[in-house]
C-alpha cells in the first residue's frame, strides 16, 4: 500500500500537528522520534528493549548497509525487515551525508576520497579503501534492495561554513538528481515487483530540501521540492554547525512552503530543545544518533537537563536516572549503581544509558502529541525548555 499521512490536531498557536502515518508495514503516530539502527540495529539496544521503549519506526544507512552486508543480502531476505526481524516501519537515508562527511582528507598516496561528477559521487570505504559510485538511479536501486518503507532521494548536503556560491551549486545539483530520482524511482519498483513476486511491497520517496541558512534559497528550494508532489518531504543540511537561531529560521521559511498535508522530516535533528522548536515550526518527524552516542560516553538526558554520570556528584546518589522517566532503563538502576559501571568499563552500563537516552525522547514526542491534542502545546514547550535549559 502507499504511504498516507491523516492529519488529527493542529495547534491554535503554533505550526506544530498529529498525525498518523500510513505505511506497507505498518503506521506511527507523529510527531515522531526515529531512533537509528545505522547498521542494522540499534547501537546497544537489542530489538525486544526498542519494542518495549514504544519505537514504531527505525532507520537504516544506506551508505553503511551497502558497504556491508551488502545488496545481495537484502535481496537474499527480500527486505530489511525480514533480516532485522523488524515488522515495523523502517527508514533509510540516501547515504550522501556519510558519502561526503566520511570522505574528507586524502588518501595517503594523495589521491582524494570522494571525487564528484554530474553523474554522481565516486568514493572509497572507510572500511577497506575500495572504490564505490553513487548515482542517483543508483541509489534508488541500492535503497529498493535494502527495502526501507520510506526512502530518501540522494542529495549534496553542503557544510555550513559553505560560501554562497557553493551553497547555490549544491543546491542546483540536488534539484537535478531529485529529478532524476524521481524518474527512476517507479522503474526501480516494477524491477523489484517482478524480482520480489509475493513479497513486493510499495516504497514511498521523499525529497530533500537544501539550500544552506540563505533564506531565499530555502525558500525556492522548498518550493521546487512541493512541485515534485511525492508523498513526503524532507529537510536536509540543518544542525551541521549553524547557529540553532538560523536552524530555527530556516525551519520557519521551510513551513511557510512545503504542503501541510505531507509529512515533513527534519534530518539529524535530535536534542529535546530541537525536537520541540521543530515541532513547533510543523515538523513531523526527527532522526539523531544523538542519543546512543552521548549514552556510549556517559551523558543522559533528565528534566533538568543533560548530566554525566561519572561526575564525583552521584557517587552516593541512590535516585534513578530521572525521577519523572518511565521504563526499565530509566527507572531501575541508581545513579551511585551505573556511576560504577562506568568507572569500571562494564559494556551493561552504555546500553542502560543509551535506552534511557532514546526512551526519554520517544516520550517526549508523545508528550508533545499528548499537548497539541489539548491545545497546551506552547505553553508545555515553553515550561518544559525553562527548565530542560536552566533558563
Given amino acids: 500500500m502507499p504511504l ?23 503506521t506511527f503516530d507523529t510527531p515522531v522520534f526515529m531512533p537509528v539502527g545505522t547498521k542494522g540495529a540499534l547501537k546497544g539496544i537489542d530489538r525486544e528493549a526498542a519494542l518495549a521503549m514504544g519505537s514504531e519506526i527505525i532507520l537504516g544507512n544506506t551508505y553503511h548497509l551497502y558497504l556491508r552486508p551488502g545488496t545481495e543480502m537484502f535481496e537474499h531476505t527480500h ?24 570522505g574528507k582528507g586524502m588518501r595517503g598516496d594523495g589521491a582524494p576520497l570522494v571525487k564528484m561528477t554530474e553523474d554522481g559521487v565516486e568514493f572509497r570505504s572507510y572500511m577497506d579503501g575500495s572504490k564505490h559510485f553513487f548515482s542517483p538511479e543508483g541509489v534508488m536501486d541500492i535503497e529498493g534492495s535494502i527495502g526501507g518503507d520510506i526512502m530518501m532521494a540522494f542529495d ?11 551553497i547555490r551549486e549544491a543546491l542546483e545539483r540536488t534539484h537535478r538528481w531529485v529529478d532524476r530520482c524521481v524518474a527512476h ?19 514511498s520517496l521523499f525529497p530533500i530540501v537544501q539550500g544552506g541558512v540563505d533564506a531565499a534559497m530555502r525558500r525556492e528550494s522548498a518550493a521546487y521540492i512541493a512541485a515534485l508532489d511525492m508523498p513526503g518531504n524532507a529537510i536536509g543540511g540543518l544542525s551541521v554547525g549553524e547557529s540553532k537561531e538560523d536552524m530555527y529560521a530556516m525551519m520557519e521559511v521551510v513551513d511557510a512552503v512545503l504542503p501541510k498535508n505531507k509529512p515533513r522530516y527534519l534530518m539529524g535533528v535530535g536534542t529535546p530543545e530541537d525536537l520541540l ?11 539523531c544518533v544523538l542519543p546512543t552516542r552521548i549514552g556510549r560516553h ?13 561526575n564525583e ?6 535516585r534513578p536516572l530521572d525521577t519523572e522517566a518511565e521504563g526499565r532503563a530509566s527507572t531501575t538502576y541508581s545513579r551511585a549503581y551505573l556511576r560504577h559501571l562506568f568507572m569500571e568499563k562494564e559494556m551493561v552500563a552504555l546500553s542502560i544509558l543509551s ?18 491534542a489539548e491545545g497546551t502545546f506552547v505553553s508545555w514547550k515553553e515550561a518544559f525548555l525553562r527548565r530542560y535549559l536552566g533558563r
Fill in 298 to 310: 556517559g551523558t543522559f538526558f533528565t528534566h533538568d537537563g543533560k548530566r554525566t554520570i561519572t
Fill in 79 to 102: 527486505g530489511i525487515h525480514r533480516f532485522e526481524g523488524w515488522n515495523k516501519p523502517i527508514l533509510t537515508d540516501s547515504g550522501g551525508f556519510q558519502v561526503f562527511s566520511l
Fill in 4 to 26: 498516507s499521512f491523516t492529519i488529527h490536531h493542529s495547534d491554535p498557536d503554533s505550526s506544530a500537528r498529529t498525525g498518523t502515518v500510513t505505511t506497507a508495514h505498518g
Fill in 313 to 318: 556528584q552521584f557517587r552516593f546518589d541512590e
Fill in 277 to 287: 522548536e521543530g515541532v513547533a515550526r510543523g515538523v513531523d518527524m526527527f532522526d
Fill in 156 to 166: 549534496e548536503c553542503a557544510p555550513a561554513d559553505a560560501d554562497p556560491a557553493y
Fill in 355 to 372: 535506552e534511557h537516552n532514546v526512551r526519554f525522547l520517544l516520550d517526549l514526542m508523545k508528550k508533545a502529541r499528548l499537548h497539541i
Fill in 185 to 203: 524511482f517507479p522503474k526501480m519498483q516494477e524491477q523489484r515487483r517482478e524480482r520480489w513476486g509475493d513479497f513486493y511491497y510499495e516504497q
